[in-house]
């Protein structure tokens, strides 16, 4: 359960070729050319579905943790549901839910009939920053919770996507993590890449295919399906 645990406050709070001609060096003028059309992409984002690789490295033993399935997110009177579904951990059939619905965080664990809950509370505002990292996020958001460079633009399943380091500036993120990098693309406002740097030397790497950009959801997408007998658990 310990290590259950610690990949649900990951995700909770948390649930990378470069082309010719474009460089390490950007200038100011070029990251608020991305801010700005992080901006405009927030303000025409809906909704996003992709498939997702999930690796936790432990550096120490150079142990990957590798988790599978299928991430929605969806706009709904200024607030972002999040819903992961994870179908497989390194492999073997393990399926869980992780939801964001704007005011707290539910994970679901049907081989144990257990459901965990988080109230968001006073943090909902950082939390939706966090969980929607690159998905529909604006660029303003970005720059309130992180100090973002722009370490160029590199070419990501036929998309040309920036590629953002981000240093937190709340240090109980920074706790977590020593900064993320992420390659998102502007335009649409979807990350294909974000690499998370923790302090003890462990990597967790995001990997995001078959994008599906404001497509309808279904609505029961983001409902959780429980028995009766579920057991609550309160964080």
């Known amino acids: 359960m310990a290590g259950t645990a610690k990949r649900f406050a990951v995700v909770c709070l948390g649930l990378m070729t470069l ?6 060096g950007q200038s100011s003028t070029d990251l608020q050319k991305v801010i700005s059309q992080l901006n405009s992409a927030a303000a025409k984002f809906q909704s996003a579905q992709a498939d997702f690789s999930w690796d936790q490295l432990v550096a120490v033993v150079q142990d990957h943790d590798v988790q599978t399935g299928t991430i929605y997110f969806e706009r709904k009177k200024g607030l972002t549901e999040v819903l ?4 497989q951990d390194n492999g073997q059939d393990a399926p869980k839910k992780v939801l964001f619905d704007g005011s ?3 994970f679901y664990e049907p081989a144990i009939k257990q459901l965990t809950r988080i109230q968001a509370g006073a943090n909902r505002a950082q939390w939706e920053s966090f969980l ?7 660029g303003s958001d970005l720059q309130a919770n992180w100090k973002v ?11 040309t996507v920036a590629k953002l380091d981000l240093v937190p500036l709340q240090k109980n ?5 020593s900064h993320v990098t992420i390659w998102v693309d502007p335009a649409r406002g979807v990350s294909y890449k974000q690499v998370f740097y923790q302090p ?10 078959n994008i599906r950009y404001n497509s309808p959801i279904p609505a029961d997408v983001f409902e959780l ?3 009766k007998d579920v057991n609550v658990v309160m964080r």
């Open 200 to 209: 003890s030397g462990d990597l967790r790497t995001a990997t995001y295919k």
């Open 149 to 159: 460079s722009l370490q160029g633009t590199e070419p990501m399943d036929g998309v």
């Open 84 to 87: 992961a579904d994870l179908r």
């Open 225 to 227: 399906k429980l028995p």
């Open 104 to 106: 707290e965080a539910k």
């Open 19 to 24: 082309l010719c001609g474009s460089s390490w």
């Open 132 to 138: 929607t990292l690159g998905f529909g996020g604006s």
């Open 173 to 177: 993120v920074a706790d977590m993590f």
